[in-house]
């Protein structure tokens, strides 16, 4: 009875920390259905729906089958920082913003992802002072990241 009982407290203890992160997913998927592989090609170009694929239970967008291939084969590589919100907000305020997916920026080969709307472009203000809202960024995503 005591073994049962250890088990099945393990098993909800770890299905409590195996929330997985609340990725940006609008219009369906991560960075609007944006090749995230063209990104660090210094290009924007939308997903072609003949190239999907899922991962980390999220679904991606991409303009070809070699960037779908490039993915495929280090996905975490082209995964848009702080599960592809507006990387400023997450710095600034804590919180998760939706992103324009044209305003981006690769840094030390990462994908981080901005807001740019209504005359307020996020992406001019984190290029401020970049490495101390990366560093906040950093912290905050560690807060919010499981939250919806």
């Given at each position: ?6 088990i ?31 990104y ?109």
């Amino acid at each position: 009875m005591k073994n049962i009982l250890f088990i099945i407290l393990l098993t909800i203890g770890l299905s409590l920390n195996a929330q997985s992160v609340n990725y940006n997913t609008d219009k369906g998927f991560i960075a609007e259905g944006h090749d995230v592989v063209a990104y660090f090609s210094g290009e924007v170009k939308k997903g072609n729906n003949k190239y999907i694929t899922t991962f980390d239970n999220i679904k991606f967008k991409f303009s070809s089958q070699e960037n779908l291939d490039t993915f495929k084969a280090t996905p975490k590589k082209y995964v848009p920082q702080y599960g592809g919100w507006c990387a400023y907000a997450v710095g600034e305020k804590g919180k998760k913003v939706s992103i324009d997916p044209e305003t981006y920026e690769i840094r030390d080969e990462k994908l981080y992802l901005f807001y740019n709307s209504w005359g307020n472009n996020t992406l001019k203000s984190w290029l401020k002072y970049p490495k101390a809202l990366k560093a906040k960024a950093d912290k905050n995503w560690g807060l919010i990241k499981n939250k919806s």
